[in-house]
T-cell receptor, first 113, second 115 residues
Framework: AQKVTQAQTEISVVEKEDVTLDCVYETRDTTYYLFWYKQPPSGELVFLIRRNSFDEQNEISGRYSWNFQKSTSSFNFTITASQVVDSAVYFCALTLNTDKLIFGTGTRLQVFP | SAVISQKPSRDICQRGTSLTIQCQVDSQVTMMFWYRQQPGQSLTLIATANQGSEATYESGFVIDKFPISRPNLTFSTLTVSNMSPEDSSIYLC????????????FGPGTRLTVL
């Protein structure tokens, strides 16, 4: 069975601090896809990144970066120089066949000014 | 990407009634998905809706409670039937754009409160 674990329930930081959100996944399949979504207080789910299991290259997009390590089954997300607008719940998700998304329980990030 | 809209954005309903949620995509998509997010919880897939066939329901969800329609490649509805307070949740639809990268894009969600 597949599973996604986000052990950090809630994180609070002060603006401009760097913060890393952890994601650990479980699957026996060799082909899978990993995602991060952001859910601001308004409720919509915003797609941030998609990674397939054959691409371990880390990615940077502005203040966001992702560290994918198959050896530890982790797909961690770092926000550099956090801002108040980064306050949201962040979900990590896994899919095998690009259909059913299996979500972690989410990490609530609060960034204080 | 795909732009997805949902109606209504929120509603307050009485126990025992039904509510139909609409999901519209700005482009043709193969599959559409309906998720439920109970208060403070993660998202759980209710069912997958393909155009021209019956929806496929996940364990714990049944068609009588959550009937789904998919009349064309850009539209779907989810009905929450005979509602109880336990159905109070955010209901989100998502879709894969045809020819896209298999990423699911989500609608803004429908916040349902059942009294």
């Amino acid at each position: 069975a597949q599973k996604v674990t986000q052990a950090q329930t809630e994180i609070s930081v002060v603006e401009k601090e760097d913060v890393t959100l952890d994601c650990v996944y479980e699957t026996r399949d060799t082909t899978y896809y990993l995602f991060w979504y952001k859910q601001p207080p308004s409720g919509e789910l915003v797609f941030l990144i998609r990674r397939n299991s054959f691409d371990e290259q880390n990615e940077i997009s502005g203040r966001y970066s992702w560290n994918f390590q198959k050896s530890t089954s982790s797909f961690n997300f770092t926000i550099t120089a956090s801002q108040v607008v980064d306050s949201a719940v962040y979900f990590c998700a896994l899919t095998l066949n690009t259909d059913k998304l299996i979500f972690g329980t989410g990490t609530r990030l609060q960034v204080f000014p | 990407s795909a732009v997805i809209s949902q109606k209504p954005s929120r509603d307050i309903c009485q126990r025992g009634t039904s509510l139909t949620i609409q999901c519209q995509v700005d482009s043709q998509v193969t599959m559409m998905f309906w998720y439920r997010q109970q208060p403070g919880q993660s998202l759980t897939l209710i069912a997958t809706a393909n155009q021209g066939s019956e929806a496929t329901y996940e364990s714990g969800f049944v068609i009588d409670k959550f009937p789904i329609s998919r009349p064309n490649l850009t539209f779907s509805t989810l009905t929450v039937s005979n509602m109880s307070p336990e159905d109070s949740s955010i209901y989100l639809c998502s879709a894969h754009p045809i020819g896209g990268t298999d990423t699911q894009y989500f609608g803004p969600g429908t916040r349902l409160t059942v009294l």
